[in-house]
């Protein structure tokens, strides 16, 4: 067995039929997956971590995804919306602590007003740091021009999870409406490319009625669209949700966790020089997730920033980590948790993505 594992390790290009093999790795075929995996990452994108510290600004959405325990239809949802006020002043601590880079995320809105208000508080960032802050934002599906707007006014990295990028699977976990298309969601991805993003995507990992060959598309899928950035993790279902109906068909949660791993092991091996985040949902399911993560793939984590009274309400999924802590606590935590998995932190630098360079100076070259 071990000897098919090498075998593919050893090619250049894997196929679909190799990602399945590796998806299914266990005993041997796991731990040289895993050494195979971090050996890649050391090589290409080295032994950094480096921060986006994570503002969840407000919980309200105009979508209604069968996943989500913040959708726009579970009433049991305490909703806000932080002030701008409070926006930059946890922005003003990830530059204090030298996070180097900030994300925002919201629930999906789409409006003129809206559209005006992230325009505004990106500039804000932008000011009071001194262009010092990266930022990252992941606000859902918008229009060309709305992306360029934000992307002029300061943001330069954008993540959009594509959540299955297999149209039936995607269909299934979304309502059928022009709110939830998969066509939209691809072209948007496209879109953020060409308006200049740094772009990430990503999907849920133990899905009902998902397959090993999905999970293999979603990773040719990523290498397919040249995505420069992924965040992945597991599915956890949330009580006040349509698909806790099928919480009997789910893979055991221990199972759901193991095959995110792989994931972003196999991910690192095809997609080598990419930022690949140590989803917080690992968290939920173990309490050193994200930490294994990083040694096997991963080099991005997301400390939560949100001010701590909202922590709570940002609840997409159950047994969130880290929603009764105070910023602070956070930092020290990172900290010791990150030296155990023999890992630095690239404090004070935006740590982009390697690839995203890459396809950069390619431009360049073949533009001569
Ligand atoms: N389990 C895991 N991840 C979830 N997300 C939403 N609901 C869940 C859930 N129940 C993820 C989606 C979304 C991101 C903000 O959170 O992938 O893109
Ligand atoms: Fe809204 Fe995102 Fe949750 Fe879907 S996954 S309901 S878009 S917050
Ligand atoms: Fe948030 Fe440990 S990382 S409390």
Redesign the pocket.
């Known amino acids: 067995m071990a000897a098919i594992v090498s075998e593919i390790l050893r090619k250049g290009e894997l196929s679909k039929e190799d990602i399945i093999y590796l998806l299914g790795a266990d005993g041997d075929d796991l731990r040289e997956l895993f050494r195979e995996a971090a050996r890649i990452k050391q090589q290409y994108v080295g032994n950094s971590v480096y921060y986006r510290g994570l503002i969840e600004f407000s919980n309200i959405c105009a979508k209604n ?1 069968y ?4 959708r726009k239809g579970n009433r049991e949802v305490k909703r806000y919306n932080i002030t701008d006020d409070e926006i930059v002043a946890a922005a003003q601590f990830a530059l204090d602590n030298n996070y180097g880079s900030i994300a925002l ?1 919201a629930g999906e809105l789409e409006s003129d007003s809206f559209t005006s208000r992230i325009t505004g508080l990106l500039k804000r960032i932008k000011l009071i740091s001194e262009g010092k802050l990266g930022i990252t934002i ?1 606000l859902g599906e918008q229009t060309m021009e709305v992306y360029k707007e934000w992307f002029d006014a300061g943001a330069h990295r954008y ?3 594509i ?1 299955s990028s297999d149209r039936e699977l995607y269909k299934k976990i979304h309502p059928q409406d022009d709110l939830h298309s998969f066509d939209r969601r691809t072209e948007c991805l496209r879109d953020l490319q060409k308006a200049g993003y740094q772009t990430g995507t ?3 990992i133990g899905l009902p009625f998902q397959t090993l060959s999905n999970l293999a598309e979603d990773i040719l899928f990523m290498r397919d669209m040249d995505i420069d950035m992924v ?8 009580e006040n ?1 349509p ?1 806790i109906h099928y919480r009997d068909q789910l893979l055991p949660i221990a199972e759901r966790f193991d095959m995110s791993l792989k994931m972003i092991a196999v991910l690192r091996i095809v997609m080598k020089d990419i930022n690949i985040a140590a ?1 917080t ?1 690992l968290q ?1 399911i173990d309490p050193m997730g994200r930490e294994k993560a990083i040694r096997i793939g991963a080099n991005i984590i997301m400390p939560n920033i949100t001010p701590g009274m909202y922590r709570d309400s940002y609840s ?3 047994n969130k980590p880290c929603t009764d802590e105070a910023a602070d606590d956070c930092r020290g935590c990172l900290e010791a948790r990150l030296s155990m998995a023999d890992a630095d932190i690239g404090y004070g630098e935006w740590g982009d993505s390697k690839h995203w360079h890459a396809r950069q100076q390619e431009d360049r070259d073949t533009a001569k």
Request: glycine share 14%; hydrophobic share 40%.
């Open positions: 995804c996943y989500c325990g913040i995320q992941s993540l959009l999870r959540e990503g999907v849920m965040g992945m993790g597991p599915y956890i279902e949330h949700t698909l989803a949902a939920a997409l999924y159950e």
